[in-house]
């Protein structure tokens, strides 16, 4: 089930008009905010389905680039969003695409700084609540509501014990993972693991130390 209360369907606290199309595409702009890891100098933000048709009046345009600021969903800068981001010299583009999608409410959001990028795709599902689909090419699915580790690593035996074990031993539970890798690079693949309690950023550093693990970066 995607909701579990009325208050899923009604939504988080935001700055309008729309869960879907206002909250839903600030936490996705968030999203990759938090995936890039900075702030990016250039970002190229991708509508399809609904979102094309109508993210100029429903307010995802300033909500995705509030998102990609920091800003949370009631941050009452948002209406300003797009003057923010110009202030601060990051070029924006636009891309209304035509292309079907399984899913209406569809963003595909590219950062970058010049020598860094990263790539997220996200559906808003309703109710300010979302489903990332694709980061860095990786399919995948996360809601990103928990506090979450994103790990990039080689695909070889062990690899994900390694983590899980590592993580137990730090009294971390795991509360969901995924995994995925692309067809053009299967030595490579990717680690979503969702736990139950926040994120202590001293574990990075030894699950950095471990031999198969490429890149990992911290999610809420």
Known sequence: MKY????D???PIMVGPSSS?????????????????KQPTEATISLYGSFAKTYKGHGTDVATVGGILNFDT???RIPQAIQHAEALGIKLTFIEEDED??????????LSDGCD?????????????TE????NGFPLSIAGSNPAL???????HGAIAAVSTLLAENNYNISRMSSSRKSSDPKTAVMIIELDEQINPDILEPLKKLSHVIQIEMIG
């Open 9 to 11: 369907i009604i939504g």
């Open 101 to 110: 999608t399984d899913h209406p409410n569809t963003v595909k959001i590219y």
């Open 21 to 37: 199309h206002t909250a839903g595409a600030a936490r996705i702009g968030l999203f990759a905010r938090r995936i890039f890891g």
């Open 132 to 135: 990332i689909i694709e980061i």
């Open 74 to 76: 009631d941050d009452e």
């Open 150 to 156: 994103f790990i990039i690593h080689e695909n070889r």
């Open 117 to 129: 990028s990263a790539e997220v795709v996200g559906i808003s599902i309703g109710g300010g609540k």
């Open 4 to 7: 579990k209360s009325a208050f």
